[in-house]
């Protein structure tokens, strides 16, 4: 039923490459006139095609990408693919990977994923083994989706999740939040070892759990087994009837092993008075056991333990078995939904956890049964593939398109309206080090300013008065004695006497930008109150309509909208990079969604994360982890060195330079595109008469002069730029605070490694 000619017809006909193309570009398309949309972001979507060679072996096809929908259509066309998986957006096309340095090569962003495999499950059905696949063994994947779906929504509050069926014995779960595709390998590992309850052939029938300490399980934990219980004992089509576990067989002696002799003996004597019992009908005589056993108890041990005796063993047999390797690499490749399965013939289509019954793997469309009926009907929406189609459009893509519509839109505002805090030690990392690790949040205060706008935009984003106020604090306490290289864990590496800076840059809308910065106490001293009543302060001292923005209507909250108390202390989070939001309290947040709506109904308990046990001890609230949008290029941050300098030779553009001091603190990107951006910190620059802001371009050179700064005259200058330049068409923008120098490039798609030209054999030692 699988030959290359039906798969010709296929993607021809059937594989929905435009749905797909819209899916995985976020609504950034190539040709969308937004300016908050990343054009080439499908095209840094690595793709693997798989070929099937002459003598029957697969060719692996990696690094493959495609600019737009219709070469995602022609390529797949003229390969025509057994199998193609997709992997995660990198920094720079993929195809490019061995034109860029190493480090510059990496991967930005990817969907969550989660491969559930019916070989993990061997060891407890009776039904089937190996690759084959029934309805009865169908019962521990609708298990499995129910169980994932819940925690993923509640527990992390991720709202666009895709279950795909395999094509042959698993199901695949793809969560699609920008939150959850942004998440490091560090954080993916944590949550799928939160998610891990059940490992897979461990020779027990026992998840083990455990009360520690507590009078019951913990809500997260109780809401699994409530639908694992379901799935186990209550469904029609349950697993202790399908599986018929509890007759003689492998699985009884480890099911009955927690038991005593005397109990064991019961359930014994049992079975031999009723030979035809069901394993339902035992299971009964076993909850008695344990319901007994629970009101004899007198210690706690005794009642731990009799409270979850039987609940571990429904949880072994129906939570899911995870894949961890699947989930814990951000560039790990996974087969795409819609593709057809190499050995059965059956389509990977998408499947409705809001209708589980409704889904049988066995009635799933082949691509011999889609292309009779296409040569019969020579209609795609008259097959047995449309309410598949017609899920993944109304059910998942319609949703999640109109979600990263409002991020592109709330990305695009952000560019000039926001306010970004940064906080950070005195102690700074050396420039060299700076912009290189996502951890190094600590150095110039400049750093990523204007970059990060974009990346707290959408829910993060609250409008109070006329303005949206956006403050993003990175909290990052560095070991002087560690010169600097190694981040501080808690106030355990001689930390305590260092103090905290805040820079703030807030743009409000008529209103010239301006940077704010507040120096506070040790942190171990410092509370979030006490940082939010002198930043509001400075605030009001500059912005009429600042006395809006009342002290008790707002407080800081994570990336995953969990508000941090007032009286939390800064030390909480000097360990580690975090990011944090000031915006309105939670009395004023919206409700609707699935974390909303967990938060109200179990409070602290909402958010359960089993590692990490000595932070939440200090946090009011815990959090889930997350990790910000990166740029799509590396950016270089160079920030001052030494001394300041001056140069006693005139420039290429005669400029007597020994009247200016030389400026050494920049960022700069490249992100593959016509220009190289630039930007300059200058405080109050924006103050100046555009006659004292002046620069000078050549082919491969550029000179900004500035007078009258702060009763100084600067320049910043290259005279041997990394690429080619179109001088006309190169100029300067001034903002409040620093200065923008957007550089043309002369050769459109070449790739700046560097900003300034590296000496190499051959060049002039002088420019």
């Given at each position: 039923?699988?030959?290359?000619?039906?798969l010709k017809i296929?993607?021809?006909?059937?594989?929905?490459f435009?749905?797909m193309?819209?899916?995985?570009?976020?609504?950034?398309?190539?040709k969308?006139?937004?300016?908050?949309?990343?054009k080439?972001?499908f095209?840094r979507?690595?793709?693997?095609?798989?070929?099937?060679?002459?003598?029957?072996?697969?060719?692996?096809?990696?690094?493959?990408?495609?600019?737009?929908?219709?070469?995602y259509r022609?390529?797949?066309?003229?390969?025509?693919?057994?199998?193609?998986?997709i992997?995660?957006v990198?920094s720079?096309?993929?195809?490019?990977?061995?034109?860029?340095?190493?480090d510059?090569?990496?991967p930005?962003?990817?969907?969550?994923?989660?491969?559930?495999d019916?070989?993990?499950?061997?060891?407890?059905?009776?039904?089937?083994?190996?690759?084959?696949?029934?309805?009865?063994?169908?019962?521990?994947?609708k298990?499995?989706i129910e169980?994932?779906?819940?925690?993923?929504r509640e527990?992390?509050?991720?709202?666009?999740l895709?279950?795909v069926y395999?094509?042959?014995?698993g199901?695949?779960?793809?969560?699609c939040?920008?939150?959850?595709?942004?998440?490091n390998?560090?954080?993916?590992s944590?949550?799928a070892?939160?998610?891990?309850?059940v490992?897979?052939?461990a020779?027990?029938?026992?998840a083990?759990?455990?009360?520690?300490?507590?009078?019951?399980?913990?809500?997260a934990?109780?809401?699994?087994?409530?639908?694992?219980?379901?799935?186990?004992?209550d469904?029609p089509?349950?697993?202790?009837?399908?599986?018929?576990?509890l007759?003689?067989?492998?699985?009884?002696?480890n099911?009955?092993?927690?038991?005593?002799?005397?109990?064991?003996?019961?359930?014994t004597?049992?079975?031999?008075?009723?030979?035809?019992a069901?394993?339902?009908?035992?299971?009964?005589e076993?909850?008695?056991?344990?319901?007994e056993?629970d009101?004899?108890?007198v210690?706690?041990k005794?009642?731990?333990?009799?409270?979850?005796?039987?609940?571990?063993?429904?949880?072994q047999?129906?939570y899911?078995?995870?894949?961890?390797?699947?989930?814990k690499?951000?560039?790990?490749?996974?087969?795409?939904p819609?593709?057809?399965?190499p050995?059965?013939g059956?389509?990977?289509?998408?499947?409705?956890p809001?209708?589980l019954?409704?889904?049988?793997?066995?009635?799933?469309?082949t691509?011999?049964?889609?292309?009779?009926e296409?040569?019969?009907t020579?209609?795609?929406?008259?097959?047995?593939l449309r309410?598949?189609?017609?899920f993944f459009e109304t059910?998942?893509?319609?949703k999640?398109?109109?979600?990263?519509t409002e991020?592109?839109?709330?990305?695009s505002?952000a560019?000039?309206?926001?306010a970004?805090?940064?906080?950070?030690?005195e102690?700074?990392?050396?420039?060299?080090?700076?912009g290189?690790?996502?951890?190094?949040?600590?150095?110039?205060p400049?750093?990523?300013?204007?970059?990060c706008?974009g990346r707290?935009a959408?829910?993060?984003?609250?409008?109070v008065?006329?303005?949206?106020?956006?403050?993003?604090?990175?909290?990052s306490?560095w070991d002087?004695?560690?010169?600097?290289k190694?981040?501080s864990?808690?106030l355990?590496?001689?930390?305590k006497?260092?103090?905290c800076?805040?820079?703030?840059h807030?743009d409000?809308?008529?209103?010239?930008s301006?940077?704010?910065?507040?120096?506070?106490?040790?942190?171990?001293?410092?509370?979030?109150?006490?940082?939010k009543?002198?930043l509001?302060?400075e605030?009001?001292?500059?912005?009429?309509?600042?006395?809006?923005?009342?002290?008790?209507?707002?407080?800081?909250?994570n990336q995953?909208?969990?508000?941090?108390?007032?009286?939390?202390?800064?030390?909480?989070?000097?360990?580690e990079?975090n990011?944090?939001?000031?915006?309105p309290?939670?009395?004023?947040?919206?409700?609707g969604?699935?974390?909303?709506?967990?938060r109200?109904?179990?409070?602290?308990l909402?958010?359960?994360y089993?590692?990490?046990?000595?932070?939440?001890s200090l946090?009011?609230?815990?959090?889930?982890?997350?990790q910000?949008?990166?740029?799509?290029?590396?950016?270089?941050?160079?920030?001052?060195?030494?001394?300041?300098?001056?140069?006693?030779k005139q420039?290429?553009f005669g400029?007597?330079?020994?009247?200016f001091?030389?400026?050494?603190?920049?960022?700069?990107?490249d992100?593959?595109?016509?220009?190289?951006?630039?930007l300059?910190?200058l405080?109050?620059?924006?103050?100046?008469?555009p006659e004292?802001?002046?620069?000078?371009f050549?082919?491969?050179?550029?000179?900004?002069?500035?007078?009258g700064?702060?009763?100084?005259?600067v320049r910043?200058?290259?005279?041997?730029t990394?690429?080619?330049?179109?001088p006309?068409?190169?100029?300067?923008?001034v903002?409040a605070?620093?200065?923008n120098?957007?550089?043309?490039?002369?050769k459109e798609?070449?790739?700046?490694?560097d900003l300034?030209?590296?000496r190499?054999?051959?060049?002039?030692?002088?420019?």
């Amino acid at each position: 039923d699988f030959n290359r000619e039906l798969l010709k017809i296929y993607y021809d006909k059937f594989f929905p490459f435009l749905a797909m193309f819209r899916w995985l570009s976020y609504r950034n398309d190539p040709k969308s006139a937004s300016t908050g949309a990343q054009k080439d972001f499908f095209n840094r979507r690595e793709f693997d095609l798989v070929l099937q060679g002459d003598a029957g072996n697969e060719i692996h096809c990696r690094y493959t990408c495609f600019k737009d929908a219709e070469e995602y259509r022609s390529r797949v066309l003229e390969r025509q693919p057994i199998r193609m998986e997709i992997g995660a957006v990198y920094s720079h096309p993929p195809v490019k990977h061995k034109l860029v340095m190493k480090d510059a090569y990496k991967p930005l962003e990817r969907e969550l994923v989660f491969d559930i495999d019916m070989d993990d499950y061997d060891d407890i059905r009776s039904c089937c083994t190996g690759a084959k696949l029934c309805v009865k063994c169908w019962t521990f994947m609708k298990a499995a989706i129910e169980i994932l779906r819940r925690a993923l929504r509640e527990d992390f509050g991720f709202d666009h999740l895709l279950f795909v069926y395999s094509g042959r014995r698993g199901v695949h779960c793809w969560v699609c939040d920008a939150a959850a595709r942004r998440l490091n390998n560090e954080q993916r590992s944590a949550l799928a070892e939160y998610m891990t309850m059940v490992t897979p052939g461990a020779g027990k029938c026992r998840a083990d759990l455990k009360l520690t300490g507590m009078e019951e399980l913990h809500p997260a934990v109780s809401e699994a087994y409530t639908i694992c219980k379901k799935w186990f004992r209550d469904d029609p089509n349950c697993i202790l009837n399908s599986q018929d576990i509890l007759r003689a067989g492998p699985h009884l002696p480890n099911i009955l092993e927690p038991l005593v002799p005397s109990e064991r003996d019961k359930v014994t004597e049992f079975m031999k008075k009723h030979p035809e019992a069901s394993s339902k009908e035992i299971w009964a005589e076993l909850e008695k056991i344990a319901e007994e056993r629970d009101r004899e108890a007198v210690s706690f041990k005794q009642k731990s333990e009799a409270k979850v005796l039987l609940k571990d063993v429904t949880v072994q047999f129906a939570y899911p078995r995870l894949d961890v390797n699947v989930t814990k690499q951000i560039n790990h490749l996974l087969k795409s939904p819609f593709v057809v399965h190499p050995k059965t013939g059956r389509v990977c289509v998408p499947i409705d956890p809001d209708h589980l019954n409704d889904f049988d793997p066995s009635k799933v469309p082949t691509i011999g049964h889609l292309v009779e009926e296409f040569s019969s009907t020579q209609d795609v929406n008259k097959t047995s593939l449309r309410p598949y189609l017609h899920f993944f459009e109304t059910g998942f893509l319609q949703k999640l398109e109109a979600k990263s519509t409002e991020e592109i839109r709330a990305l695009s505002d952000a560019k000039t309206t926001g306010a970004l805090m940064v906080l950070h030690s005195e102690s700074c990392l050396t420039s060299r080090e700076l912009g290189t690790n996502a951890q190094h949040s600590a150095g110039h205060p400049m750093q990523r300013l204007g970059l990060c706008v974009g990346r707290v935009a959408g829910e993060l984003c609250r409008p109070v008065g006329q303005a949206i106020w956006q403050v993003e604090a990175v909290i990052s306490i560095w070991d002087a004695d560690a010169n600097a290289k190694q981040v501080s864990r808690g106030l355990a590496s001689g930390v305590k006497s260092m103090t905290c800076k805040v820079y703030a840059h807030v743009d409000v809308g008529g209103y010239p930008s301006f940077a704010l910065p507040i120096q506070v106490g040790r942190p171990e001293e410092t509370q979030f109150g006490t940082l939010k009543q002198a930043l509001l302060k400075e605030i009001a001292q500059r912005v009429t309509n600042a006395s809006e923005l009342d002290y008790d209507t707002l407080c800081f909250w994570n990336q995953d909208l969990c508000p941090i108390p007032d009286s939390c202390s800064v030390a909480a989070f000097a360990w580690e990079h975090n990011d944090f939001f000031l915006r309105p309290t939670p009395a004023s947040d919206s409700a609707g969604s699935a974390l909303n709506e967990s938060r109200a109904k179990r409070g602290e308990l909402s958010y359960y994360y089993a590692h990490n046990r000595d932070r939440r001890s200090l946090i009011a609230k815990p959090q889930a982890t997350s990790q910000p949008a990166r740029l799509p290029m590396p950016v270089k941050v160079v920030a001052p060195s030494g001394p300041t300098k001056f140069n006693t030779k005139q420039s290429p553009f005669g400029t007597d330079i020994t009247k200016f001091e030389t400026l050494d603190s920049y960022t700069w990107e490249d992100n593959d595109g016509e220009t190289v951006k630039v930007l300059v910190p200058l405080d109050g620059v924006g103050k100046l008469s555009p006659e004292k802001v002046r620069s000078h371009f050549g082919e491969r050179s550029f000179e900004l002069l500035v007078e009258g700064i702060g009763g100084r005259n600067v320049r910043f200058a290259c005279y041997k730029t990394h690429g080619e330049l179109k001088p006309e068409e190169c100029k300067h923008v001034v903002r409040a605070n620093r200065v923008n120098l957007i550089l043309r490039k002369a050769k459109e798609k070449d790739h700046w490694f560097d900003l300034f030209k590296k000496r190499a054999i051959g060049d002039d030692d002088d420019p």
